[in-house]
């Protein structure tokens, strides 16, 4: 059975966002064995003074790090670990101020990470996740499939660049217009949901 990771940023009660991935874990639960990483509850280690400098020090320098400061350490190699184990990883999480949530960035800043998921060459940086797949679910307040919102969708087109760094295909579902179109969000959740049930046909 392959192996799928569900990163979920879904805090809010009631979160659309939540509506869908729990669609997506109602349909394959069967199908695929599932980690789920909720970042509303454990969240990545910032890349504060400390831990960015052992990072650099170990993932950079290429030097062992003492046992104290592997310690230091373990939580966010512990979640570097789970998307190396991924076949196929799930990222649920809303648009928030033009962009990602600052956990869901921070979970970036951690899976992205140097001798695991990339490595440069002398050709550039090359991903090395390769034979993984990944889709982002996404939802938003406003319309951001037409101008002028489409123009300023850092959220989206950042994370398939995130994810396209480590090698890694992926392709999103998104519902966006929720708050907009007030009216029609029921459609625009429904459409999404269909999407979420193609996707699943397609990989398992
Ligand atoms: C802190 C915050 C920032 C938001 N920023 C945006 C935004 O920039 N553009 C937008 O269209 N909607 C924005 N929204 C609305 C959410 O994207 C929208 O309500 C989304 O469906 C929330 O997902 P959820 O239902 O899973 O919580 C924001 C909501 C919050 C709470």
Redesign the pocket.
Same mark, same amino acid.
């Given at each position: 059975m392959k192996n799928t990771l569900i990163v979920n940023y %879904?805090p809010?009660i @009631? =979160?659309?966002?939540?509506i869908l991935v729990d669609h997506f874990t109602a349909l394959n639960k069967d199908k695929t064995k599932i980690t789920v990483l909720d970042l509303a509850k454990t969240a990545p280690d910032l890349l504060l003074e400390e831990n960015l400098n052992l990072y650099v020090k170990r993932n950079f320098g290429g030097v062992d790090l003492s046992e104290d400061e592997q310690k230091r350490m373990y939580h966010n190699d512990k979640i570097v670990q789970q998307i190396l184990d991924a076949d196929f990883i799930v990222l649920a999480s809303?648009?928030?101020? +033009?962009s990602i949530p600052a956990t869901v960035k921070a979970w970036f800043d951690t899976v992205i990470s140097a001798g695991k998921t990339f490595t440069q060459t002398a050709t550039g940086p090359k991903g090395l996740c390769e034979n993984k797949q990944a889709v982002l679910l996404m %939802? =938003? @307040? @406003?319309d +951001?499939n037409s101008e002028p919102?489409k123009n300023v969708n850092f959220g989206s087109p950042l994370v398939a660049t995130c994810f396209g760094f480590m090698g890694i295909l992926s392709e999103s579902i998104t519902a966006f217009g929720?708050?907009q179109y007030q009216d029609k969000a029921t459609e625009i959740l429904e459409k999404a949901k269909q999407e979420v049930e193609v996707l699943s046909n397609k990989w398992y």
């Open positions: %879904t809010r @009631g =979160s659309n966002t939540k809303p648009l928030y101020n +033009f %939802t =938003s @307040g @406003g +951001f919102l929720l708050q």
